[in-house]
């Protein structure tokens, strides 16, 4: 296993100013924002993505539009869990996953629609 990365350590983990997007600011300076229902749909715990064959089971349909995190919390020092309004609460994002999802798009033909994540500067709006 390599080392982690510690560039890919949130130094904050918040809302956006606007409170639509969920904002984390980078060790190594880079900002990410997220849309809270691009990061439910990509959600990596089993229950949304098959153990053995590694393909999504979310259905995309059967996420609210307006779902969003009730809490966030640590564990340890390489992941966030989230709590989300649709009662989810399985999927623990490690850093270098969110670090990912950031600087790479999923494509479209994936099944899940494209995630509206920027890095630092400006964020996409759609």
Do not use: N
């Amino acid at each position: 296993m390599s080392p982690r990365d510690p560039s890919h350590e949130p130094v904050s983990v918040g809302p956006t100013q606007d409170e639509a997007r969920l904002r984390i600011q980078w060790r190594d300076g880079q900002a990410s924002e997220y849309w809270p229902r691009d990061l439910r749909l990509l959600c990596p715990c089993a229950g949304c993505v098959d153990e053995i064959s590694g393909v999504r089971t979310l259905r995309p349909e059967a996420v609210d539009k307006g779902v969003y995190p009730t809490a966030i919390h640590y564990v340890g020092r390489y992941a966030l869990p989230f709590m989300w309004s649709d009662g989810h609460s399985t999927g623990i994002y490690a850093f270098e996953y969110l670090r990912q999802l950031a600087e790479t798009r999923r494509a479209p033909e994936a099944g899940i629609a494209e995630p509206r994540v920027s890095g630092a500067g400006s964020p996409e709006q759609e």
